[in-house]
């Protein structure tokens, strides 16, 4: 018995002497391999310092501009409001100028306007005595012009071109429209009757005169609403010069009276001191 209890702890001082080996060199490769991550993570870390300690002066200067732009003296903001009651000043006064000048062009196109309308109110008169005049048919309107002699159709010519020139010097007809009646095309035929000449006419210069008041209209309404936003842009500039040079007067009045209300309480310290 003895002797297989020898054997027995003999054989089991090995076993523990190789497991103890085994778990030496398992914890000898885990620190081999550890060695690579730390030094890596210190590596990073040391780049953080670097990089947080490079950065902390213009943190730190952004930060001293920024509190010197907001915190500022009464001297300072007392300059700065005189500089913008000036600015709005010098802009109030555009705005009136353009204000003015908008105004005296709506003024303008309304005076077009009023005499665009008189004078097809004029033509509109003329084209519908005629087309009265129309009800009663004249009878040399319906001879045929193989049947004209010479000096009819020479006179008819004659007078289309004149009645056709004096409606183009009137602004009745355009240039196109007195070329086509000087060429005789696009309708117009030197051989009818004057009086035919004449209806045209007249009913050609008021739809003319028509579109040129219409157009006007729509002139006078878009420089009226520009007269319109300028006096709207100058009330509010002056309003904001007013207000901005109050608020600079304001300023310079603390900045005046500032050192007179820090000796004022001093000089009557001592009389209501002596009251009591």
């Known amino acids: 018995m003895n002797a297989v209890a020898q054997e027995l ?13 085994m778990v030496f060199l398992v914890v000898f490769l885990c620190a081999i391999v550890s060695v690579p991550t730390w030094s890596e ?3 990073a870390r040391r780049v953080r310092v670097a990089r947080h300690a490079l950065a902390y002066p213009a943190t730190l200067s ?20 005189r500089r913008y009651a000036e600015e709005v000043a010098v802009a109030a006064n555009h705005a009136q100028l353009t204000a003015e ?20 109110e004029q033509a509109s008169a003329a084209a519908s005595r005629i087309e009265k005049a129309q009800v009663f048919p004249v009878r040399e309107t319906a ?21 056709a020139s004096t409606a183009y010097h009137r602004g009745e007809l355009s240039a196109d429209q007195l070329t086509d009646a000087l060429l005789h095309r696009n309708g ?5 009757h004057p009086f035919e000449q004449e209806a045209t006419i007249r009913r050609i210069a008021r ?15 878009s420089a009226w609403h520009a007269a319109e936003i300028a006096a709207a842009a100058r009330a ?28 004022a309480p001093a000089k009557h310290r001592r009389p209501l001191l002596a009251t009591h």
């Open 9 to 21: 702890f003999s054989g089991m001082r090995g076993a523990l002497a190789v497991w103890l080996t």
């Open 41 to 43: 993570h210190l590596r």
């Open 62 to 81: 952004q930060q001293a501009t920024t509190m010197a732009q907001v915190v500022e003296t009464p001297a300072t903001q007392a300059v700065e409001l």
């Open 101 to 120: 000048r908008r105004h005296a062009e709506w003024a303008a196109v309304q005076r077009a306007q009023d005499a665009a309308w008189r004078a097809f």
């Open 143 to 163: 001879v045929p012009p193989e049947k004209l002699t010479g000096d009819e159709k020479a006179h008819r010519q004659r007078y289309l071109h004149r009645a």
């Open 188 to 192: 117009w035929d030197p051989y009818r």
């Open 207 to 221: 739809e003319r005169l028509l579109s040129a008041y219409q157009a006007m209209s729509t002139m006078e309404r």
């Open 236 to 263: 509010s500039l002056h309003a904001e010069a007013l207000a901005a040079a109050l608020r600079a007067h304001r300023a310079t009045s603390r900045l005046s009276e500032s050192p007179r209300r820090h000796v």
